[in-house]
C-alpha cells in the first residue's frame, strides 16, 4: 500500500499499532516500453536469503505469460536481498494481437525435477484504450458461473472516486468466524493493485465505540475490470520465509437485489452524447420487460424504443453483455459497458453514446 494511502487508513480510522513487518517482498512485475516500438517485464522485489531468482525465459500462450526463473538453495544466508531483472524485448502487437489484460507469472525452479513454485504474479496491459475501464459503486459478490467461480459466502464494497478505488471484502476465515479487509488504491488502465488490511480489536454497532487497536497487512489483490459491473479479483498472499505466492482468482459481479437483470434495469433513463450538442437530449420509461432465450427485452408505454440485452444463461446473477437500443425511427445504439446505473456505447454514426438512469 502507498504510504499515503497507509496513513490516511491509520489516522481516520485512529489505529494505534499497524502489523506490517516483512521479511521480504513480493516481487512486483511490470510492463516498460523499451523503446523503438518494443516492450519489456521489469521483475523487482526482495528475497528472504542471499540466494534470489535469475530469469532463465519467457513464455507466451494466449493470455497468459510466464517467466521462468531459478535460483540456487545451497549456501544461502537468510539476509533480505533485493533482486530485480528484466525479460528480452518484444513487439506487444505481435504477441497479443488482440489487445486486452495479460497476467503474468514468475515461477522459480528451486530444484531440478522438482515443481517449480509461484513468486509473483501481475496484470499489464498495453492497450491504451482501458483507460476508461472502471467499476460502478455498490455492493458486488461472487459471480455464480464466471471464468473463477466461488461460493456466495463473499460479499464486497467497491466505491470510486475520480481514479482512486476502495474495497472492502467481507468473509470468512479458516475457522468460519467473520472477517473483513480493506484495501485501496488507483484505478489504471482497468487494473489496479492494493495491499489488504485486516483490522482487529474494534467494536460492532451494539457496543460502545472503540476505535481499532490493529491493522494486520498481510495479503493483496490485484484487479482486472472486465466491465463496469464485472471483474476479477486476484487475491495472493506471500510467504515471508521462502518467498513463494499462494493465489486465487475469484470472479465479482455488481449485486442486483431484484436478481433479474432486466427488472434491475427497469426506471427512467436518460439518454445523451459524449460530447455536448452531438445529439439531443432523450428520456426512455422502460416499464415492461420480456424473458428471452438469451437475455430479455425491455419496452416502454410508447412502444418507441426497446432494449435487447443479450445475458448467458449461465451466469444468471450477472448483468448482460452488450445491449441494443432500437428507435422508432431506425436508429440503433449498442451499449457494451453495461451498469446498473448507467449504460455506455455507440451510434450508427460512430458517436460516443452514454445513458444514465435516474430514480
Not at 460479499?155 to 475520480?162: D, K, P, V
Request: aromatic residues 8%; glycine residues 12%; hydrophobic residues 40%.
Amino acid at each position: 500500500m502507498h504510504n499515503s494511502i497507509r496513513v490516511a487508513l491509520a489516522f481516520g480510522l485512529g489505529l494505534v499499532a499497524i502489523g506490517a513487518t516483512w521479511a521480504s517482498e513480493p516481487a512486483r512485475i511490470e510492463l516498460v516500453d523499451s523503446g523503438n516500438g518494443l516492450s519489456r517485464l521489469d521483475v523487482s522485489g526482495a528475497w528472504p536469503d542471499t540466494c534470489p531468482p535469475q530469469l532463465l525465459g519467457m513464455q507466451f500462450e494466449g493470455r497468459e505469460v510466464t517467466l521462468s526463473a531459478v535460483r540456487e538453495t545451497a549456501a544461502c544466508s537468510h539476509i533480505e536481498t533485493p533482486y530485480a531483472f528484466s525479460s528480452a524485448d518484444f513487439d506487444t502487437t505481435e504477441i497479443w494481437p488482440d489487445g486486452g489484460v495479460q497476467r503474468v507469472r514468475l515461477l522459480v525452479e528451486e530444484q531440478p525435477g522438482v515443481q517449480s513454485q509461484l513468486a509473483g504474479f501481475g496484470l499489464v496491459t498495453a492497450d491504451r484504450g482501458r483507460t476508461s475501464m472502471t467499476l460502478e459503486t455498490g455492493l458486488w459478490w461472487a459471480e455464480q458461473g464466471g471464468e473463477f467461480a466461488a461460493g456466495p459466502g463473499l460479499g464486497l464494497s467497491i466505491e470510486n472516486q475520480s481514479g482512486m478505488l476502495s474495497l472492502s471484502v467481507m468473509g470468512y476465515d479458516t475457522e468460519g468466524r467473520a472477517t473483513w479487509h480493506f484495501g485501496a488504491g488507483v484505478l489504471d488502465q482497468g487494473l489496479a493493485h492494493m495491499e489488504l488490511g485486516q483490522f482487529e480489536g474494534g467494536s460492532g454497532p451494539f457496543t460502545r465505540y472503540a476505535a481499532p487497536v490493529e491493522v494486520t497487512l498481510g495479503g493483496a489483490v490485484d484487479i482486472e475490470v472486465h466491465s463496469p459491473t464485472k471483474a476479477t479479483l486476484w487475491f495472493s498472499q506471500h510467504d515471508n520465509a521462502n518467498g513463494h505466492l499462494s493465489l486465487r482468482p475469484v470472479s465479482i459481479v455488481r449485486f442486483q437485489f431484484s436478481q433479474s437483470a432486466g427488472e434491475t434495469l427497469l426506471g427512467r433513463w436518460l439518454i445523451t452524447s459524449d460530447h455536448a450538442n452531438l445529439r439531443p437530449t432523450q428520456w426512455l420509461q422502460w416499464t415492461r420487460v420480456e424473458e428471452t432465450a438469451d437475455g430479455f427485452v425491455l419496452t416502454g408505454a410508447d412502444d418507441q424504443a426497446r432494449l435487447e440485452c443479450r445475458a448467458p444463461p449461465n451466469e444468471t446473477n450477472s448483468p448482460p453483455a452488450m445491449c441494443r437500443l432500437h428507435q422508432a425511427d431506425g436508429e440503433v445504439i449498442e451499449f457494451t459497458e453495461i451498469a446498473l446505473r448507467s449504460l455506455r456505447g455507440w451510434d450508427m454514426n460512430g458517436q460516443r453514446v452514454l445513458a444514465f438512469r435516474l430514480d
